[in-house]
């Protein structure tokens, strides 16, 4: 498979944090929300590690991009959309 466009990537980002919380939400659910939905759920500290790392091969494979650009925008996709951490 090719380049992913930009809401291609942020469904699939999105679907695998819920996935990987063990929420049954998807991207389908939220993309119509205004408020701040990503606080109602919540993660933890080695849920959001392990989406980090798996969107960091998600977003280097399908971007095309260096593994330091890919951590960096999986950062920035994390401090704007990642659930919440809770105490494990």
């Known amino acids: 498979m090719g ?3 930009k809401l291609q990537i942020t ?3 999105i679907n695998e944090m819920f996935k990987i919380a063990g929420h049954d939400v998807t991207y389908e ?3 119509t929300r205004k408020d701040e939905w990503y606080k109602e759920w919540s993660m933890t500290e080695e849920q959001n590690k392990q989406w980090r ?4 091969k998600f977003i280097k494979h399908y971007l095309n991009v260096l593994p330091q650009q890919a ?3 999986m950062a920035m996709f994390d401090l704007n959309y990642g659930l919440t951490i ?3």
Do not use: N, Q, T
């Open 29 to 31: 659910d939220i993309v």
């Open 11 to 13: 469904k699939a980002l």
């Open 53 to 56: 790392e798996w969107g960091a």
């Open 71 to 73: 951590e960096s925008e």
């Open 3 to 5: 380049r992913l466009d």
């Open 86 to 88: 809770k105490e494990d």
